[in-house]
């Protein structure tokens, strides 16, 4: 895994968006795009790259990790609108690229199946951005998922429910199913970034870069990713043990790309 430590929040985003910034310019990206609250650094990032620098994202398909089941695409909380609000809304990905399960399909099994191979006969994800829960889960792979888990409809634990209650006007309208991408899934991309920032994720952080692999961490599974970018703030690394071999080995990687090699 690379762990690079940023001081703020936006420098968080600024590093990620230049990964995500350099697959989507190489044209004809598919990239993986994530709800939460981490990614909208990135995503702040992302929009200015496409007004003021002129990035564009209208050869790219964009994929989501997740959606509730219950909550129709236009519903304020669906993780539909909440990406269309947070990213797609504000550059010039077409709407028709955006793909996302749809939480409230007849057959929700058949859903996630599509889902599923949308994300195949794209060619699969090519950068997939990723922000982690308390509980360690990505997507919403929760403790005990499978690490070669599919797409597929899954129960939220409470710890998610409760995390989550606070965009719901009523803690009990938030819904107890989902559709996730699975471990296995989200393992198949070509790079998995994934943000973090504050205090509250420290413990998942450490465990997920310093634990064992194990599904009670969802997250570990990435020790075993190729090409794993954890970019984390100072409180987010703050339970790191091995800070010290990171930063160095994050400043030989930006030595070696200023000299001309690539992330
Ligand atoms: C949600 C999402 C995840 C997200 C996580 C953390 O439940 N399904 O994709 O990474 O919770 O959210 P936040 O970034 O708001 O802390």
């Known amino acids: 895994?690379?762990?690079?430590?940023?001081?703020?929040?936006?420098?968080?985003?600024?590093?990620?968006?230049?990964?995500?910034?350099?697959?989507?310019?190489?044209?004809?990206?598919?990239?993986?795009?994530?709800?939460?609250?981490?990614?909208?650094?990135?995503?702040?990032?992302?929009?200015?790259?496409?007004?003021?620098?002129?990035?564009?994202?209208?050869?790219?398909?964009?994929?989501?990790?997740?959606?509730?089941?219950?909550?129709?695409?236009?519903?304020?909380?669906?993780?539909?609108?909440?990406?269309?609000?947070?990213?797609?809304?504000?550059?010039?990905?077409?709407?028709?690229?955006?793909?996302?399960?749809?939480?409230?399909?007849?057959?929700?099994?058949?859903?996630?199946?599509?889902?599923?191979s949308n994300i195949r006969k794209a060619g699969g994800v090519d950068v997939q951005l990723l922000g982690i829960g308390n509980n360690g889960h990505i997507g919403f792979n929760e403790p005990s998922s499978s690490l070669a888990s599919r797409t597929r409809v899954e129960s939220l634990t409470q710890s998610t429910i409760d995390a989550n209650a606070r965009f719901f006007e009523n803690p009990d309208d938030v819904p107890r199913l989902c559709i996730t991408q699975g471990l296995g899934t989200i393992m198949e991309c070509g790079v998995a970034l994934l943000v973090a920032q504050g205090e509250s994720k420290a413990d998942a952080i450490a465990a997920m870069v310093e634990g064992p692999v194990t599904a009670s961490c969802p997250a570990s599974v990435l020790q075993f990713h190729p090409h794993a970018i954890v970019v984390v703030d100072e409180a987010a690394a703050s339970k790191l043990k091995d800070r010290a071999y990171y930063d160095l080995a994050q400043a030989n990687r930006e030595r070696l790309i200023a000299n001309g090699g690539t992330l």
Do not use: C, W
């Not at 099994?109 to 889902?115: F, G, L, Y």
């Open 1 to 116: 895994m690379h762990i690079v430590v940023r001081e703020s929040d936006e420098e968080v985003g600024r590093y990620a968006a230049d990964v995500i910034a350099q697959i989507v310019r190489r044209g004809g990206a598919t990239i993986g795009l994530a709800t939460g609250s981490s990614p909208m650094s990135t995503y702040a990032e992302l929009i200015r790259l496409h007004k003021e620098e002129g990035l564009s994202f209208a050869d790219t398909q964009a994929f989501t990790l997740d959606e509730y089941v219950g909550l129709a695409p236009d519903h304020e909380q669906s993780y539909h609108k909440t990406i269309r609000d947070a990213i797609v809304d504000h550059i010039d990905l077409p709407l028709s690229h955006l793909n996302t399960p749809n939480g409230v399909a007849e057959n929700l099994v058949a859903e996630a199946e599509r889902h599923e």
